[in-house]
């Protein structure tokens, strides 16, 4: 089945999300012939259960998916909506028909717990999706969580960082009725879930700025060659091949489990290694482009910008760095077998 969802997302995205597609989304064109090809595969709802109408896999399935994704620049939430079907059936729920995104929900409900007060910064494509979906931390987000679901017609809407031109949005409701509410009690929350996403599409971001590297490297020429014959340009390179691979690995093994909630100590692992290896592959491509690379008729800015802003998305390195290094100390036995039991353990 990984194959399978691998060689169908592949050829959709191949198909019909081009630069020119992804450019025109950041225009404000909703790609709705590509949005229709992924709901058709069923891809949204690959996580939810077969009841639900979903394909009732793990996030291992899905990881070529969201990886996918990110080496495309896919102008639309497949990720989000991947995740955000994983959290509503982590609840034992599904969600209305409509396109949901994810987020990261703030406040708190009234007295009655009825209708809620809630605020949601930096939303991806909240100018096209239907639902917000996100969880709210308790007194200790260990213990429990709460889902929600709202409306994004509720909401008062303000623009957002545009800087990976996701249609972002910051949003904000007052006393709105949430279409679906339900603990999440030591289950995943939308923290967790949303890096578990990111890292995938992060190393997936990576790999194409490494494939557009290389190409370019092959074909500018500087003193009679290729500058990829160069010493230097080889290091540079090397050093992005390198983080390409790293970046892969780590999104491979926060993925490794085959339920609805990814491992908590492999996402923080994955989301810190894919984040910090996001800023220096940027730099190199940069680099190995010159000036022609943030020029808005090149592609490498399309990846390069979605590389940074997902950099921050549901936690930064500095973030899931501080996070690792707390469960450490305050873990039992030496911080090797930690290492050891979170890298060969299966989820």
Partial sequence: MRELLADT?????ADLCTPAIVRAAEEGAWPAALWRRIEEAGLPVALAPERDGGAGLGWRDV????????????????GEAIAAHALV???????????PTLALFEGAPNRARSRWSVRARSVPYAR???WVVGTLAGDDPR?????????????????????????????????????????????????????????AQIAGGIARLLALA???????KQFGKPIGKFQAIQQQLAV???????????????HDADGLAPDPVRVACAKARTSEAAAAAAAIAHAVHGAI??????????YTRRLWGWRLDFGSEAYWTGVIGRGVLGADGPAWQQILDASSARA
């Fill in 143 to 199: 213990q429990s969580t709460e889902l929600l679901v709202m409306k994004t017609a509720d909401a008062a809407v303000a623009p957002g960082p545009q800087l990976a031109g996701e249609g972002r949005c910051d949003l904000a409701w007052s006393e709105a009725e949430p279409a679906l509410r339900a603990p999440l009690a030591g289950g995943p929350s939308a923290l967790e879930v949303g890096a578990a996403l990111r890292s």
């Fill in 128 to 130: 096209n999706a239907t």
């Fill in 214 to 220: 290389v190409q370019y490297a092959g074909e500018r």
């Fill in 63 to 78: 990881s070529p998916v969201l990886v996918a994704a990110g080496r495309h620049a896919a102008p639309v939430p497949l």
């Fill in 9 to 13: 997302v592949e050829r959709i995205l």
């Fill in 240 to 254: 992005l091949g390198e983080l390409a691979a790293a970046a892969a690995m780590a999104a491979e093994l926060a």
């Fill in 293 to 302: 690379g943030v020029t808005q008729e090149h592609a490498l800015q399309l």
């Fill in 89 to 99: 059936a982590a609840a034992g729920s599904a969600l209305p028909e409509g396109v």
